[in-house]
């Protein structure tokens, strides 16, 4: 007997809950980057905490036993500290809206083109026009200079498509390789933790003692909780009850309700170049993760 947890809406309602807690991390990583927390110890905070929560996991689950040495090298190495850097980076420099198009925005292209150089999948012709119109968005919120002080914003674009063209890698090794969410609590929390922490306490620059406790504590919570683990129980959840096109298509949303939520949280400004840029880009990644079956449909 199907019950609410087996059934299509709770899929779409966890489709939703990723959608809301992705685009509310945008919004508390921007918070945290110009706040007296340096990048290094966002990343501490992501790493520790996600660790601490993982051991018990990990230890009973044995994940390695499941995973070739290569493979854990690679997965370690493309969720690390050198990708979330160049994230956190970006929210220096640039706005939550940017972090949501550079970075969720434009990761089905990087995805797609991986897919087809590499894998050898065919190109299809709606996929292609959609990733032309993420590219046409991207391209119009970078040149919209009402509101930015282009000579800074761009340095935070650079890093959040360099974020994405990590995370697209991630995404088609997990594809290839069948990840699970206990690898990636091995290879993206605790493994990244033990190597990190140690070099963060010893060498780099902190800010944790003039950070205010009520900053320090969302951080805490959300970095280090909400997004990894979470955030990765309700989207597996969503794709196993509704799909992976529906869910990706859900997820599209992210950068439109990211820009909303920094103009109205963070007072940041879209202008109307702005505003276009964030609908064509909804568009677009709807034309890329929607089957061709849901396309047509009414």
């Known amino acids: ?160 498509l360099i974020g994405a063209a990590f995370f697209a890698v991630y995404v088609t090794l997990s594809r290839l390789w069948g990840i699970r969410t206990i690898d990636i609590l091995l290879c993206g929390a605790l493994l990244n933790g033990l190597i990190y922490l140690p070099i963060w306490a010893l060498f780099l620059p902190s800010g944790l003692g003039q950070a205010e406790p009520f900053t320090l504590t969302v951080q805490i919570i959300y970095q280090g909780l909400v997004p990894n683990l979470l955030g990765l129980i309700l989207i597996a959840h969503a794709s196993k009850t509704v799909g992976t096109d529906a869910t990706s298509a859900l997820v599209a949303s992210v950068p439109a309700l990211g820009a909303v939520l920094g103009v109205w949280l963070l007072e940041e400004h879209l202008s109307v170049m702005g505003w276009f840029a964030v609908t064509a880009l909804t568009l677009g990644l709807f034309m890329i993760t929607l089957s061709p079956r849901q396309a047509s449909s009414p």
Not at 35 to 56: E, H, K, Q
Request: hydrophobic share 55%; net charge positive; charged share 10%.
């Open 1 to 160: 007997m199907k019950t609410f947890w087996t059934s299509s809406a709770s899929g779409f309602a966890a489709g939703l809950c990723v959608v809301f807690i992705w685009s509310f991390w945008l919004i508390v990583s921007r918070i945290g980057a110009t706040s007296s927390l340096t990048i290094f110890d966002l990343a501490a905070i992501r790493y520790g905490v996600s660790a601490l929560v993982s051991i018990p996991f990990v230890l009973y689950f044995k994940p390695w036993k499941d995973l070739k040495k290569s493979q854990i090298v690679i997965l370690t190495f493309i969720l690390g500290p050198i990708y979330i850097l160049f994230v956190f980076a970006g929210f220096i420099f640039a706005p939550a809206a940017h972090g949501g198009i550079f970075m969720n925005g434009v990761l089905p292209i990087f995805t797609l083109s991986i897919g087809i150089a590499c894998l050898g999948q065919k190109p299809i012709s709606r996929k292609i026009i959609g990733a032309l119109i993420i590219l046409g968005a991207t391209f119009l919120l970078g040149t919209d200079g009402e509101h930015l002080d282009l000579s800074q914003s761009w340095k935070g674009d650079v890093c959040f």
